[in-house]
């Protein structure tokens, strides 16, 4: 019975493992946090969306408080075999303002600035070849989405939890936010049929 359980456990560890071995994650800032988690968490592929801050120099950044220097931002989890790392952003792109030098939609600020944080070279040069395809798309547009370094991340948590799964913890709110944002409506006139929400 003991070597039984010990096999369950033993394959239950390797299997944990090994979906988290396809795993990779990548940071994306695009406005409200509670916005990208809702529309990335229905990407297939997407295993987990976690909204936080990063960016700035601030250690530990607090949404009702000082995150000076930081971007909304998600940290994304996703399987590579289901969904490339090209294919996240050919869907960031259209769930974004990718023009908007002073936020993104309703909210206004640096801390709602479009970013796209690279972890490697290899990140780096599929995001520069992304945003030259945008560039290419809207020539007579400035795409002032930046290419950014990945650093440290901060997930929202403590007292400030309540942000995570925001969109499914309160739906009505979050829906009347969403539209009296504009956001929507601005990213159909951008993308149109390519907007996803």
């Known amino acids: 019975m003991k070597i039984t359980l010990g096999l369950i456990i033993l394959a239950a560890s390797l299997l944990s493992y090994a979906s988290n071995a396809n795993a990779d994650k ?11 988690e809702s529309d990335f968490e229905k990407l297939d592929g997407v295993t987990d969306v976690i909204s936080g801050f990063t960016g700035g120099n601030i250690k ?11 971007f909304e931002a998600v940290q994304i989890t996703y399987d590579p075999n289901k969904v490339s790392y090209k294919e996240l ?26 970013a796209i944080f690279v972890a490697n070279a290899t990140e780096r040069d599929i995001a520069q070849q992304s945003k030259k395809d945008i560039e290419k798309q809207f020539p007579n547009s400035n795409v002032i989405t930046p290419i950014l370094n990945a ?28 539209w009296s944002c504009g956001r929507d409506k601005r990213l159909k006139e951008i993308w149109g049929d390519k907007a996803t929400h």
């Open 89 to 114: 952003l050919d869907y960031y792109w259209v769930n974004i303002d990718p023009f908007d030098a002073k936020g993104q939609f309703c909210d206004k600020g640096t801390s709602y600035l479009s």
């Open 151 to 178: 650093s440290i991340f901060y997930p929202i948590k403590g007292d400030e939890s309540y942000h995570q799964d925001y969109y499914k913890n309160n739906p009505i709110r979050y829906n009347t936010y969403r």
């Open 26 to 36: 990548t940071i994306l800032a695009g406005g409200c946090f509670w916005c990208m």
């Open 60 to 70: 530990d950044p607090i949404y009702n408080g000082n995150h000076s220097g930081h």
